[in-house]
Each structure stands twice: as structure tokens, then as C-alpha cells.
């Protein structure tokens, strides 16, 4: 079995290969080995050999081999969250201490893939605990499409929020028809089991020309992953997460509640709404560090699950009771860094924001989109509503960065077809695998571009947090551009601003 260890706090050197490390009649310090890069708190390293005076290791960490300080290695894995810079959209790669794997949401195209690609190879089988599928908006599940079609990848269960796009006459019945009761509406045909799935795909009508089951169903047919089911607060907890575990998760959306003795969701108004308000919201608890994952979470939905987790009206009538709405959801909101809901869209409830209280915002949104997100007044709210003097907003948005070739797709794709012609053209073996290797090489810059640029990486020990993307311009001493979150004389995380 191979031996791994993980880079130590905040960030770690790998130096290169070379002569070895403590070789020499007084040794050979860290100082004068070449450094080859910067890694990440938390970043894993396979050990393959130690120094002679067992003062370094041989590691292989970020495709790259080289010498590492024992005392720059740590035993222990971290929590890890990957913000994926999938443009519009969300995308979040989970790994938990003990190692379990979840997606949450893929965006919409194939840039999650690509990440995956990248970071597991998928040269074998590659199994992932669960993939949460939030809501059934293309730029939050169009991804998994490509993952569906990994050879190589495989999901222990698939989580959504209960809610099954399905063919209509009326699109304002693609999630059923709404039921009344005590004068509100209610979605009652939910898809809350595998079992369920199974008898709504028995009908391929309901399903015909629906981009959300017609995929799930064929990955079911095609056995790319065990089980399906619906997650909401009634589970109180994401399974194997429950109190007495390391990392616990809440589950604080969606809320259903019963109509006609059957689980049901409210509407709220259409369509878009009533699936975004519905998002699968989860919370993280890992022991000091929490953090929110909330979907595209809107100011009706909002509303709706303050009233379920608090007790408490949702439509305060003054400052007072906003207040108290606002404190008596933070024992169940209240996290140190935040997903920004709805892509820091400005359909977003400021009580909410302000039981969310976080010291960090993530913001998951993209530069090709109609919408302008994030929006200038919830990138205000968000800051309005956060902790401490220096709130952080970071956006994947921002944060990304690429190569000419991607910046301006049409040079990559001239490129790619010149390779595609010379690999026509080959007249021997030779000249042929000469140009299918360049060709997979520049399919590789294009998939370590979206890999390596713009993601937004969390790593938590439970007590700190990094909170790091690559820096565009890199040097071997310096590729991150790190926010670290520790813990003040009282225990809660603060901004350690390298200027205070």
C-alpha cells in the first residue's frame, strides 16, 4: 500500500530532485535545495523514499516528484472543498477526512469533468460516495452528463431534492400539478426513492424530452451509480454524517411538509422558483469549522426555511423581530465560510445572510451568462452581512485564469484541427503517434487549465482554514494566493490579514 502524508500549514516547498538532501559531511540544509513549487496545506503526498539522515522525504505531490522537509508534512488528511470554476453554475468537490468523495453539483457543461479528470485520472475505477444534485437547473446538474459517461467513474448514491422535471402540456406543470391545501399550493408527485424513479421512468411519457430524468435514467440503466433518494430536513442528517462523526452534515433544505398524508413541497409562484427554493442545502460541521452549501436558495425560500428550522414568522414586522428571527437561526445557519446562494444573484434574504453571519463568501458564477452575476447590490448585502473587519468574497469568476488558447477558443480549435489532420495525414506509425501525442497534450493544457485556474480551494483542520486559488503569474516559491482563517482569543475565526 502506498505511504501518504499531507503538505503542513499554510503552505509547504517542494524542492527538486538533485543531489540528495543531508548528502555531505555536514549535510545539506533546506536552503540550498531549488525550490520546484509551492504547495497547499493539505495537499497529498506519496511517499517514495526518505534521505539517508531521514531529515527529508522523496514525495510525488501535484504531478510532480521531488524533496520535501519531514517537518513540512503532516500524517493526517484534511476536510477539502473544491470550488470548481465551472462558469455559470455550481461545483463542488467534497473529500472528507476518512476520505469519502462527493459532488456537489457539476455545472453545466464539462468543466467538472475535466477537473475530475485531472485530479483522479480515472485510469481506474474511480468510486464517489455520493453525487447531491441540488436542484434540477442545467447549470447545476448539465455536468454530470459527462461524468455519467466516465467509463471509469462510478456513484454510490445520487441525492436530489425530490423534485422530478417530467413532460407537460402547461410548463407551468413540468414538476406536477400543485395541490391546494389551507390556501397554498403544494408539488405532491415527488421522486423520493429509487423504487419511486423506477416506477416514474415505467411511463416514458412523463420523461420524454426532459434533459434532468432522461439522463438520470439512463446512468441508472447503464449502472453508474446504486441508489437514488431525496434529501431534506427529515433526514436531519446526510447519511454516515450524524452526530458522533467527525464531520457531521445537517440538512436544512428543502422543508416539506404533508398534504394529504404525502410529502410535499410548496410552491413558490413558477417553475424556477419552486426548483431553486427547493435546493438541497446542507451544513458542515467539522469540529470548529462549519460550512453552507445553500443551492439557489431565493428570498421565498429563504423565508420558508427560517420558518421551519426557528418556529418563527418569516415576515418580520420591524427591527426588533427581525432580530430575533435572525438569532434564533443561527444555532442552525451560523457558518464561517458560505457557498453565496444562487450564484450572488440579488433574489437573496438578508435575515438569512445575517444567520449565515460568515467570515468568508464563495461565490460560484461565470462571465458568458445573461445575468450579470454576481450582482453589485448582493455583492454589498454579502459583505453588509458578514463578520469581521475584513470580510472575504471570493469568486471563481475572478480568481480564473487561462491561456491565450482558452481565452480565445477559436485558436484552440484551429489547432486542434491542424493535429487532427496530421494524425490523418500520418503515412507511417511513427509521424502517427508523434501527432496523436501532441494532440492529447493539448487537450491536457485544456484540462489543467480549468483545473488549475480559478478553482477555489477550502482545506480545514477543523481549528484553521486556508482559503486559497493559483495565481496566475506563479513562481516555484510562490503559486497560491492564500486568506487564512484562525481562531481569536474567544475561539471564532477570523481574517488573519498579513498587514495587522
Known amino acids: 500500500m502506498p505511504d501518504f502524508r499531507y503538505a503542513a500549514y499554510p503552505t509547504a516547498t517542494l524542492y527538486e530532485l538533485g543531489k540528495e538532501p543531508g548528502a555531505g559531511a555536514a549535510g545539506q540544509p533546506p536552503a540550498e535545495l531549488k525550490a520546484l513549487k509551492q504547495l497547499l496545506w493539505g495537499d497529498e503526498l506519496e511517499v517514495l523514499g526518505a534521505s539517508d539522515d531521514g531529515r527529508h522525504l522523496k514525495v510525488f505531490a501535484r504531478k510532480s ?40 453539483d457539476a455545472g453545466k457543461g464539462d468543466n467538472m469533468v475535466r477537473f475530475l479528470r485531472w485530479r483522479f485520472g480515472f485510469k481506474d475505477m474511480t468510486v464517489f460516495d455520493a453525487a447531491v444534485l441540488s436542484h434540477s437547473d442545467l447549470d447545476h446538474y448539465g455536468g454530470f452528463e459527462a ?51 423506477r416506477a416514474f421512468l415505467d411511463v416514458p411519457e412523463r420523461a420524454k ?7 438520470l435514467g ?24 450524524e452526530p458522533g462523526e467527525d464531520l457531521v452534515v445537517n440538512v436544512l433544505g428543502p422543508a416539506p411538509e404533508t398534504v394529504a398524508g404525502k410529502k410535499a413541497l410548496r410552491w413558490f409562484g413558477d417553475v424556477g422558483k419552486t426548483k431553486n427554493g427547493h435546493s438541497v442545502a446542507l451544513h458542515l460541521n467539522y469540529r470548529n469549522v462549519r460550512v453552507f452549501l445553500g443551492g ?63 467570515v468568508a463568501t464563495v461565490i460560484s458564477s ?29 469568486s471563481t469568476e475572478l480568481a480564473r485564469s487561462s491561456k491565450e488558447t482558452i481565452k480565445y477558443p477559436e485558436a484552440l480549435r484551429e489547432q486542434l484541427r491542424d493535429l487532427a489532420a496530421r494524425i490523418a495525414a500520418a503515412s507511417t506509425q511513427e509521424e502517427r503517434d508523434r501527432a496523436e501525442a501532441r494532440f492529447e497534450a493539448k487537450i491536457a493544457e485544456l484540462d489543467r487549465s480549468v483545473a488549475v485556474y480559478g478553482a477555489i480551494n477550502l482545506r480545514t483542520d477543523g481549528e484553521k482554514v486556508v482559503l486559497a486559488y493559483k495565481l496566475e503569474r506563479s513562481t516555484p516559491a510562490k503559486g497560491w494566493d492564500i486568506y487564512r482563517l484562525e481562531p481569536d482569543a474567544a475561539g471564532e475565526l477570523v481574517y488573519k490579514s498579513p498587514y495587522d
Open 366 to 394: 461565470g462571465d458568458d451568462e445573461p445575468y450579470a452575476h454576481p450582482r453589485a447590490d448582493a455583492l454589498g448585502a454579502l459583505a453588509k452581512c458578514s463578520r469581521g473587519d475584513r470580510p472575504l468574497l471570493l
Open 65 to 104: 516528484r521531488g524533496w520535501m522537509r519531514v517537518e513540512d508534512t503532516l500524517p493526517d488528511r484534511l476536510l477539502e472543498v473544491v470550488f470548481v470554476d465551472i462558469g455559470q453554475g455550481d461545483g463542488a468537490l467534497v473529500i472528507t477526512p476518512d476520505n469519502r468523495r462527493y459532488i456537489v
Open 147 to 197: 461524468l455519467f459517461k466516465e467509463r471509469n467513474v462510478h456513484f454510490k448514491r445520487v441525492y436530489t431534492n425530490g423534485l422530478m422535471e417530467r413532460a407537460a402540456e402547461k410548463a407551468g406543470l413540468a414538476l406536477g400539478v400543485p395541490v391546494e391545501s389551507e390556501g397554498k399550493r403544494f408539488i405532491t408527485d415527488l421522486v423520493t426513492s429509487l423504487e419511486e424513479f
Open 296 to 358: 439557489d436558495l431565493n428570498i421565498e425560500s429563504s423565508r420558508h426555511l427560517l420558518e421551519a428550522h426557528t418556529g418563527l414568522g418569516g415576515y418580520p414586522a420591524d427591527a426588533a423581530q427581525e432580530q430575533a428571527l435572525v438569532e434564533a437561526a443561527r444555532p442552525w445557519f451560523e457558518s464561517d465560510i458560505a457557498k453565496a446562494c444562487h450564484h450572488g444573484s440579488a433574489d437573496t434574504l438578508l435575515p438569512l445572510i445575517r444567520a449565515i453571519n460568515p
Open 218 to 241: 439512463q446512468a441508472l440503466q447503464e449502472g453508474k451509480y446504486d441508489d437514488l433518494r431525496m434529501l431534506d430536513v427529515t433526514d436531519t442528517y446526510m447519511p454516515g454524517h
Open 209 to 215: 424530452g426532459k434533459r434532468y430524468p432522461t439522463m
